[in-house]
């Protein structure tokens, strides 16, 4: 038995490698939207099968206890199914419609927990991941003069929808390879990439760069790191710069935490800072501003879209939601209800049960992370990559993104491994790049 655990790692190695390599091609052909969750399930089982033959394993390659925040997920993705069958019973949505939103947990909410499941029961290591995404990174360096050259020569914005999309999913731009957008009321192109739309593509983005940052060799490293930015300008993702901005520097303060020039510099500039607190206000507030006025229209629906989701949610389905979107009005042109952010979608669709499902397990989340960030570069990783869940969780709906983010939750399984991925780094042996 102990020799099939080599195995079990190659071939978790290869699934997860090989799904990212394909990302070009699983695109042109409509298959990214299905690759995703087919994986997830995939390593889910095969993490199952770990646990399941752990007592005839030997000690060492027996996989460790689940700790109590990836129980968390688990159990909060389970309730989030609870939440969705007592919402279509309350609305009599009908078998129909249940079956179809249960697909669409599975897809969706339910790789929440399984991919992070996965990393920690599966010897997939971090390395795998980053040079997995630095070698796409290659690949969208090497299309990217197509989609730059498409508008300005002609080519439709749109290439095709895959047949596909009759197997189910949101809406057609999941299946569509779109070379490029205009932007309503400035008539710039945008690009999307692989991504149903481009801030999306913004947070696949952060993901990448997070992740290209791990890679030993500069080559990759370099290749992945341009890739990455050259998506999130392209992107014009707001979010995605600013996330990158706050991210990297807090991941990195997590790891001083427990150094004593931490604290001096932070009671330093608490006491600078409160000598300037009204200048600071100041700033805040025009960075404010100025991030809603750089796309005036996108900022105005989504805040539309959150007012009529919060008064619908108490007013109508306080509990358990809706069961479903709703397409909403010409004021916020007829977008559905609650997206462009996870949390109002949740209270609009599955109540204030749904939200709690998904708050609990994320915020022991990053709770646990914080912890591993402070041992290792591995922990700073799954720390940064809860960072990166949890401020887009304001800007878009997480569960339909997970086909195309679920990098960044095997990473957060990873990190919170015990063992090496835990074991505290002295401070000469950390990459200049980390």
């Known amino acids: 038995m102990a020799a099939a655990t080599p195995s079990r790692a190659h071939v978790a190695e290869r699934l997860t490698a090989g799904t990212i390599g394909a990302t070009w091609i699983l695109w042109i052909t409509g298959g990214l939207y299905f690759a995703g969750p087919v994986l997830g399930w995939a390593l889910a089982l095969l993490a199952v099968r770990a646990w399941y033959l752990a007592p005839v394993l030997p000690e060492a390659e027996r996989p460790a206890h689940l700790p109590r925040s990836l129980w968390a997920w688990l159990i ?8 969705l069958l007592i919402g279509h019973a309350d609305f009599g949505l009908g078998t129909a419609q249940t079956i179809k939103s249960a697909v669409g947990w599975a897809k969706g909410w339910a790789l929440l927990a399984l991919f992070p499941f996965a990393g920690f029961a599966l010897p997939i290591r971090v390395e795998t991941l980053s040079r997995a995404v630095c070698k796409l990174g290659l690949q969208t360096l090497i299309l990217l003069p197509l989609f730059l050259a498409a508008p300005f020569v002609g080519l439709p914005q749109k290439l095709w929808v895959s047949p596909l999309a009759v197997l189910g999913g949101s809406g057609d731009e999941y299946f569509a390879a779109i070379l490029y957008t205009i932007e309503p009321g400035v008539g710039t192109a945008r690009w999307q990439f692989f991504a149903p739309w481009s801030p999306a593509a913004g947070m696949v983005a952060v993901i990448h760069f997070l992740l290209a940052r791990m890679e030993p060799d500069a080559k990759w490293r370099w290749t992945g790191y341009t890739a990455s930015i050259l998506v999130a300008l392209l992107s014009q993702s707001r979010l995605a710069l600013n996330a990158l901005a706050v991210i990297m520097p807090l991941a990195w303060l997590a790891g001083k935490v427990r150094g004593p020039a931490l604290w001096l510099s932070t009671a ?37 879209l959150g007012r009529i989701a919060v008064q619908r949610w108490q007013s109508e389905a306080y509990w358990f939601g809706h069961g479903i979107v709703e397409r909403g009005p010409h004021m916020v042109e007829y977008m ?23 708050a609990v397990p994320m915020m022991w989340m990053l709770v646990a992370t914080f912890r591993a960030a402070m041992d290792s570069k591995v922990g700073r990783l799954g720390f940064a990559m809860a960072l990166t869940y949890w401020l887009y969780s304001f800007g878009e709906n997480l569960e339909v993104l997970t086909y195309i983010a679920w990098p960044a939750l095997l990473a957060i399984g990873i990190a919170l491994k015990p063992g090496p991925a835990r074991a505290p780094e002295p401070p000469d042996t950390e990459p200049a790049a980390g």
Do not use: C, E, N
């Open 268 to 304: 330093a500039l608490v006491l600078i800072g409160s000598w300037f607190s009204p200048q600071l206000q100041a700033l805040v507030d025009k960075m404010s501003s100025d991030f809603s006025s750089a796309r005036a229209d996108s900022s105005r629906v989504r805040a539309a």
């Open 76 to 83: 909060g993705m389970a309730v989030m199914l609870v939440v």
């Open 336 to 358: 559905p209800i609650g997206s462009h952010h996870t949390w109002y979608g949740l209270l609009f669709v599955k109540g204030l049960a749904g939200a709690m499902a998904l």
